[in-house]
């Protein structure tokens, strides 16, 4: 049945806006915020974004699971490797600063950003409850075994990647020469293969390496864990959520931001949605605030409303909520700019939420 009334409830934001100070104030007041990010807050690092004119989508669906199996995919490659190096040579925005000088009152941040950016920023990045924020579509990190999972390294596969030396299709039949010189078979599963042949055991199949993000319409591998992890800071009652450049059009974001949203309003907090579009219809009746600006100049405003009135974050309630609620991550957990978020993981099975790209 609709719910009128709540569509009534959506209050647009321009700059200059009185609002801008009534969101500030919420901000204040918060004790614990939850921030779903998308591409919208990495674009003035110089990282494309997938949907505008210009974005990774503007010559056609890529980065989509087909894509490793037909004429695509040494373009898939190609291009991947040259969003993380755009990625590797940026530096975090403003609103990547921002977000990492949140903790301990961000109680966590869900990134549907594969350039790590955060990590950059300082924000401790990976899939576990002591991590600040959980990449939703993994990260261009690593290259890794789309069969066991093992991680490796794009220096060492940068040639034949530039060089177009791989195959655009290994569904095919082929012989083994040609497999070896055409695809990027796992050095572990094929040393596995070639243990396993020398034994005279029954021999496994070998994994092709793949750009460790996932991929449009494809099954995440750890989506029960993230969904576990989400479910769990529900319950932690957060009071504010913030969405940041993203139009939330992707299913699994969008049920994430449902899921929040429903609790968050439940329970008397609000949802402050910031992005130059707005939102989904089918999620405009749970925001409160639609700030239609570009995140980092909201960024700079709310910073700046908090300088003038001096009250920041209300830090010794933070601190409490610190204590009770969150696990920080030793620094050992810390992950570099561009590091590993794969390897540590264990495979949660094949049945996972899909949650694919932005
Ligand atoms: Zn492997």
Request: with cysteine.
């Amino acid at each position: 049945m609709p719910r009128r009334h709540a569509l009534t409830r959506l209050t647009h934001v321009r700059p200059g806006s009185q609002e801008l100070q009534t969101i500030a104030d919420a901000f204040s007041g918060a004790r614990k915020i939850v921030t779903i990010a998308g591409a919208g807050i990495s674009t003035a690092a110089g990282i494309p974004d997938f949907r505008s004119s210009g974005g990774l989508y503007a010559n056609g669906a890529l980065f989509e699971e087909a894509a490793f199996f037909d004429s695509r995919r040494p373009l898939l490659f190609q291009t991947a490797l040259h969003v993380r190096d755009l990625a590797a040579a940026c530096q975090p925005t403003e609103t990547h600063r921002w977000l990492a000088s949140l903790r301990p009152k961000l109680l966590r941040c869900y990134t549907q950003n594969v350039d790590m950016l955060e990590a950059k920023a300082g924000l401790a990045t990976g899939l576990g409850r002591r991590f600040d924020c959980i990449p939703l579509h993994g990260s261009l990190a690593n290259l890794k075994c789309h069969l066991c999972h093992e991680a490796y390294e794009w220096e060492d596969y940068r040639r034949d990647i530039q060089d177009c030396n791989i195959d655009s299709n290994i569904e095919d039949d082929k012989s083994e020469d040609d497999e070896e010189e055409s695809t990027l078979p796992c050095p572990r599963c094929n040393g596995r293969y070639e243990a396993r042949k020398e034994a005279g055991m029954r021999l496994l199949p070998i994994g092709q390496l793949r750009p460790s993000m996932v991929m449009l319409d494809e099954t995440h591998p750890h989506g029960e864990e993230i969904a576990h992890l989400a479910r769990g800071d529900g319950l932690a009652s957060p009071d504010l959520l913030l969405v940041l450049g993203t139009s939330l059009k992707v299913d699994g974001p969008k049920s994430l931001f449902r899921q929040f949203a429903r609790r968050i309003r439940g329970q008397g907090g609000k949802i402050v949605y910031v992005n130059r579009t707005k939102p989904p219809s089918d999620c405009s009746a749970l925001v409160d605030y639609w700030v239609q600006w570009d995140v980092d100049e909201w960024v700079r405003d709310l910073k700046g409303r908090q300088d003038q009135s001096g009250t920041g974050m209300r830090r010794g309630s933070a601190r409490r909520a610190s204590r009770r609620d969150r696990i920080l991550p030793p620094k050992t957990h810390t992950l570099p700019a561009f590091g590993n978020i794969g390897a540590p993981q264990e495979p949660l099975g094949s049945r996972g939420n899909p949650i694919p790209l932005d």
